[in-house]
């Protein structure tokens, strides 16, 4: 960038283009809108139900019903995306995860309901096998040891039963090795050529997924933790060679996870490859933030929404965030800061 030689005070005063809100909003360099938001939701099996999740305050696991009602919602509020994560119901979890394929579990009938009624609405489904795994880990398990490759033939099923549903995006969220290749070829394989990858390529092995884990009901099968295959909080680097290999496998759009605390990572990549990049917020940074409100120690919305801003400006085009109707329905649908 060419760096002018500023005036010196007081010919140059910043203040003058913060006076007011007019003048602040006219210069803004980065802004918020309902359009940049993905909502993601817990699902739980029944009619009519919905079963709040404790260390999320203002998050409910919802009956497929209550999750099309909210697909309504979002509608209304200018969401574009739904993202389904379910709650699977223990006697359902065995080692070979064989419900992650069943296309009539639980996120893919969600999927189905919310397409009868919203054809324009995009429902992303995580491509990953944790929530239907008695281990808990997102591949399968041998000997306490996580299996890349016969993992990847389990999620290649599940991708295809997902675009079967009419999932529009598949999240792949494993953290497998070549796991992006092996579904988008299984894919234009099967007629899904439409159907978008956004690929988890940078996703650490996080504290902040902790009541994630507790709506899902992942944390009680976890044994052991994530780090021989999710990335190591101190590196950078690897990080853009996680993303290189996912837009040469054929990933659409890529995803940096968690976000606040990896707002480095997601300016590198989304300044180096140029590619819609997005940020997961997530539920630690939300129990975080809906914690601290709740106690009256911050003041939640505003908050939230520069917390949601500051991905914008770091470069994402948009944030995974369970915070989403509450943030949209502040920027009443506006394309606001
Ligand atoms: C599972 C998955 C996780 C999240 C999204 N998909 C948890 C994990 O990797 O343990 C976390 C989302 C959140 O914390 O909000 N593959």
């Known amino acids: 960038m060419m760096r002018p030689t500023f005036a010196p005070f007081p010919l140059a005063r910043s203040r003058r283009l913060r006076r007011n809100p007019m003048i602040r909003n006219l210069v803004a360099e980065s802004r918020l809108t309902p359009a940049d938001l993905i909502w993601p939701i817990f699902l739980r099996d029944g009619n009519n139900t919905h079963e709040p999740v404790a260390s999320m305050p203002g ?10 009602d909210a697909a309504h919602e979002a509608a209304e509020l200018g969401i574009p995306v739904m993202a389904l994560f ?11 995860c064989q ?34 795994n008695s281990d808990g880990h997102d591949g399968l398990v041998r000997d306490g040891v996580i299996l890349n490759d016969e993992t990847l033939e389990a999620l290649e099923r599940q991708a295809l039963v997902q675009a079967e549903a009419g999932a529009d995006i598949l999240g792949p969220s494993d953290m497998m090795d ?17 159907t978008m990858i956004m690929a988890y390529s940078a996703k650490y092995a996080s504290a902040f997924y902790g009541p994630f884990r507790d709506a899902v009901g992942a944390s009680g099968a976890l044994k052991g933790d994530k ?9 950078s680097d690897e990080a853009l060679r996680e993303v290189a290999r996912d837009i040469e496998e054929g990933a659409d759009m ?8 990896y707002l480095d ?38 908050a939230m929404l520069e917390s949601l ?19 949209a329905r502040l920027l009443g649908g506006q394309a606001t800061k």
Not at 59 to 68: G, H, K, N, P
Not at 178 to 194: K, M, P, Q, T
Not at 254 to 261: C, L, T, W
């Open 227 to 235: 780090k021989t295959y999710q990335m190591d909080a101190a590196n």
């Open 99 to 132: 419900e992650a394929w069943n296309p009539d579990n639980l996120v893919n009938r969600a999927t189905r309901a919310i397409k009868a009624e919203l054809p324009e609405m995009l429902v992303m489904l995580d491509v990953a096998l944790d929530p239907y």
């Open 178 to 194: 070549g796991r992006i290749g092996v579904i988008r070829r299984a894919l234009e394989g099967h007629e899904y050529s439409d």
């Open 86 to 96: 379910p709650y699977t119901d223990p006697s359902l979890k065995t080692p070979d």
């Open 309 to 327: 801003l500051a991905f914008k400006r770091a470069g994402c085009a948009g944030i995974l965030s369970y915070f989403a109707p509450r943030a």
């Open 59 to 68: 998050v409910d696991r919802l009956s497929v019903d209550l999750a099309v």
């Open 265 to 302: 990572i997601c300016q590198r990549v989304a300044g180096e490859f140029g590619v819609p990049t997005f940020a997961y917020q997530v539920s630690g940074e939300y129990a975080m933030i809906a914690g601290a409100a709740e106690n009256g120690w911050i003041d939640g919305d505003k």
């Open 254 to 261: 890529v995803m940096v996870k968690p976000g606040m605390p």
